[in-house]
C-alpha cells in the first residue's frame, strides 16, 4: 500500500446506513506475471478496515457475488444494482485484473465523523447499493461458524451431506409403489435362476408388460447400486439382461429388490478411523453361473478403512472351462482395478509407489496359476491377456493370499446367497445402519427407515 495516511477510528456510513470503522486510507498496488509480463494495477482511495480478515480476493469470486467487471481505458469498473464504482487504476503495462471486495473506494462512499452526514453523498450517489464490507463480513463470520461445526462434528457434517440421497431412495420407492412393500433379507432370492425361456410366451408376456416400467426401474436400482449399495449389485446386473424382453417373472424378481431397499434404506457405507487403513481388495468369480449361456459371473471388492470403496458384478466374456479359469478372468479384472487405484492413492499421498497391493482369492489353483510360470501344460488355452496378472505379480505390484470362501467379500458380488451369510458379508465390506438405528433395534425388525448415507468416522 502506498500513499497511506492513518486517521484514527472513523465511522464509514454505507449506502444502506450501515457503519463500519476504518483506520486509514491509501492506495494498493498489485502486479502479476503474465505469458505478456509483469502487469500491474492500483486501487486508489482503499479504505483500511481492520475487522475484515481479507481486503482482497480473485476477479471470479467477485463476479460471482457482486456483478460483471468492465475494463476500460482509464480504469477497472463494476456495476451492481445500476449504480457503477471504480475498482482499479491503470498503470505501467496494463490493468492487472484483480478486484477488491469489502474494501471501500472513495467513489462508493465517503467517511465523516458528523451525525449530519450519516445518510451523506454515499447514499445519494449509491442508491441500492448493499452494504458489501457488512455483508462479507457476515459471511466470513458464518464461514468461520461452518468451519467449527464441521471440525466438531465430522460424522455430522457426512450425514448431512447424504440427506440428499435419502430423498432420492424414497422418491423411488415412492415412484414404483413399493413405499410399503414387506421388507426381506436378501435382494435375491437364494436357488432361484432367472432366464430368457421364462418368456417362451412372448407375445401374452408382451401385453402383460406393456406397461410395466422395468428398463425405468433397473436405471434407479442401478443409481442407488453405484452410489453407496454394492449389496444389490448382482441383483441389478443379472436384472437388467432381460431389459429388452422382460416377463412377470423378471418383474416379480426385480419388485424384491425394491423390497430389500424398502428394509434397509438407512444402510449406507460406513468408513471408520483404524490403524488399518491399507487398501485390500477381493476376487471370486460364480462357475457357469447363466443356466443357458454357461458364462461365469466376476466380481471384486476393494476395502479401505473397513468400508468398500470401488466394486464390480460382471458377466465374463467367456465360457470357463474350469473354476479355476474363471476364477483367474475375475483376478485379471480385479489386478487392473488394483493397479488404478494404488495410482490414484499414490497421487493423493496414501500409499508409495513401491507398495503391493494385497488381493485375496479363496482358489488355490488360480493362486498358484499366477505365481509359477510352469503351470502351464493344462491351462493353454487361457487366453494371454488374462497372464496379466502374472506379469503383475513378478512386478511385485500385487500380492495374492489365500482366504477361505466363508470370509470371501467378493461372494456378495458373484450369486445370491443365504441371508445369513450375506448380513455377515454386507458388514465385513462396510455396508451398515446408521448407529441410532442400531441403538434402537429398528435394523433387526428391518422396518422402513430413510435411505442411503455414507459417513466417516
Known amino acids: 500500500?502506498?500513499?497511506?495516511?492513518?486517521?484514527?477510528?472513523?465511522?464509514?456510513?454505507?449506502?444502506?446506513?450501515?457503519?463500519?470503522?476504518?483506520?486509514?486510507?491509501?492506495?494498493?498496488?498489485?502486479?502479476?506475471?503474465?505469458?505478456?509480463?509483469?502487469?500491474?494495477?492500483?486501487?486508489?482511495?482503499?479504505?483500511?478496515?481492520?475487522?475484515?480478515?481479507?481486503?482482497?480476493?480473485?476477479?471470479?469470486?467477485?463476479?460471482?457475488?457482486?456483478?460483471?467487471?468492465?475494463?476500460?481505458?482509464?480504469?477497472?469498473?463494476?456495476?451492481?444494482?445500476?449504480?457503477?464504482?471504480?475498482?482499479?487504476?491503470?498503470?505501467?503495462?496494463?490493468?492487472?485484473?484483480?478486484?477488491?471486495?469489502?474494501?471501500?473506494?472513495?467513489?462508493?462512499?465517503?467517511?465523516?465523523?458528523?451525525?449530519?452526514?450519516?445518510?451523506?453523498?454515499?447514499?445519494?450517489?449509491?442508491?441500492?447499493?448493499?452494504d458489501m464490507a457488512a455483508e462479507k463480513a457476515g459471511q466470513a463470520k458464518d464461514?468461520?461458524?461452518?468451519?467449527?461445526?464441521?471440525?466438531?462434528?465430522?460424522?455430522?457434517?457426512?450425514?448431512?451431506?447424504?440427506?440428499?440421497?435419502?430423498?432420492q431412495a424414497k422418491d423411488i420407492l415412492e415412484k414404483f409403489g413399493m413405499e410399503?412393500?414387506?421388507?426381506?433379507?436378501?435382494?435375491?432370492?437364494?436357488?432361484?435362476?432367472?432366464?430368457?425361456?421364462?418368456?417362451?410366451?412372448?407375445?401374452?408376456?408382451?401385453?402383460?408388460?406393456?406397461?410395466?416400467?422395468?428398463?425405468?426401474?433397473?436405471?434407479?436400482?442401478?443409481?442407488?447400486?453405484?452410489?453407496t449399495r454394492p449389496d444389490i449389485a448382482v441383483a441389478v446386473g443379472v436384472l437388467s439382461q432381460f431389459a429388452a424382453e422382460p416377463?412377470?417373472?423378471?418383474?416379480?424378481?426385480?419388485?424384491?429388490?425394491?423390497?430389500?431397499?424398502?428394509?434397509?434404506?438407512?444402510?449406507?457405507?460406513?468408513?471408520?478411523?483404524?490403524?488399518?487403513?491399507?487398501?485390500?481388495?477381493?476376487?471370486?468369480?460364480?462357475?457357469?453361473g447363466d443356466v443357458e449361456a454357461r458364462r461365469s459371473t466376476s466380481g471384486y471388492a476393494f476395502v479401505m478403512n473397513n468400508g468398500c470403496i470401488s466394486w464390480r458384478s460382471k458377466k465374463q466374456s467367456t465360457v470357463a472351462l474350469s473354476s479355476t479359469?474363471?476364477?483367474?478372468?475375475?483376478?485379471?479384472?480385479?489386478?487392473?482395478?488394483?493397479?488404478?487405484l494404488k495410482a490414484f492413492l499414490h497421487e493423493l499421498g496414501e500409499m508409495n509407489s513401491d507398495e503391493a497391493v494385497k488381493i485375496y482369492e479363496d482358489n488355490q489353483g488360480s493362486i498358484a496359476l499366477a505365481k509359477n510360470p510352469e503351470f502351464h501344460k493344462r491351462t493353454k488355452h487361457i487366453d494371454i491377456r488374462y497372464h496379466f496378472v502374472r506379469e503383475k505379480v513378478a512386478e511385485g505390484k500385487v500380492v495374492l493370499e489365500y482366504c477361505s470362501t466363508k470370509d470371501m467379500k467378493a461372494d456378495l458380488m458373484t450369486k445370491p446367497i443365504p441371508a445369513s451369510q450375506f448380513q455377515y458379508l454386507r458388514s465385513m465390506l462396510g455396508i451398515k445402519a446408521p448407529r441410532s438405528a442400531e441403538a434402537s433395534g429398528s435394523v433387526t425388525k428391518e422396518m422402513p427407515r430413510q435411505a442411503d448415507f455414507v459417513r466417516c468416522t
Not at 436357488?191 to 425361456?197: A, D, E, H, P
Not at 417362451?200 to 428398463?215: Q, S
Not at 417373472?249 to 444402510?267: C, D, P
Open 325 to 340: 479359469e474363471a476364477e483367474y478372468m475375475a483376478l485379471t479384472e480385479a489386478v487392473q482395478e488394483a493397479i488404478w
Open 247 to 288: 416377463c412377470p417373472t423378471h418383474w416379480q424378481a426385480l419388485k424384491r429388490v425394491f423390497r430389500f431397499i424398502q428394509g434397509t434404506r438407512t444402510y449406507g457405507i460406513e468408513f471408520q478411523a483404524t490403524s488399518d487403513d491399507k487398501l485390500q481388495g477381493y476376487s471370486d468369480a460364480d462357475w457357469a
Open 1 to 130: 500500500m502506498r500513499n497511506y495516511k492513518d486517521f484514527g477510528p472513523v465511522d464509514v456510513h454505507l449506502a444502506d446506513d450501515g457503519i463500519v470503522q476504518a483506520i486509514g486510507k491509501g492506495d494498493i498496488v498489485m502486479s502479476m506475471m503474465t505469458r505478456q509480463g509483469v502487469k500491474k494495477g492500483v486501487l486508489t482511495n482503499v479504505w483500511h478496515i481492520p475487522k475484515l480478515s481479507r481486503n482482497l480476493f480473485s476477479v471470479g469470486r467477485f463476479i460471482k457475488d457482486v456483478g460483471p467487471v468492465t475494463f476500460e481505458v482509464d480504469g477497472c469498473f463494476a456495476e451492481t444494482k445500476g449504480f457503477k464504482w471504480k475498482l482499479g487504476a491503470l498503470e505501467g503495462m496494463g490493468l492487472f485484473k484483480l478486484c477488491m471486495t469489502p474494501v471501500l473506494p472513495a467513489e462508493v462512499t465517503e467517511a465523516s465523523t458528523k451525525k449530519e452526514d450519516k445518510a451523506g453523498q454515499a447514499k445519494d450517489k449509491a442508491g441500492e447499493m448493499k
Open 180 to 227: 410399503n412393500s414387506n421388507p426381506v433379507k436378501t435382494p435375491q432370492e437364494p436357488g432361484l435362476k432367472l432366464t430368457r425361456s421364462m418368456c417362451a410366451d412372448g407375445c401374452k408376456h408382451a401385453e402383460t408388460m406393456a406397461n410395466v416400467p422395468y428398463r425405468n426401474a433397473i436405471g434407479c436400482l442401478m443409481y442407488l447400486m453405484v452410489g
Open 143 to 167: 464461514m468461520a461458524q461452518d468451519k467449527a461445526g464441521q471440525a466438531k462434528d465430522k460424522a455430522g457434517e457426512m450425514k448431512d451431506m447424504a440427506q440428499v440421497k435419502t430423498g
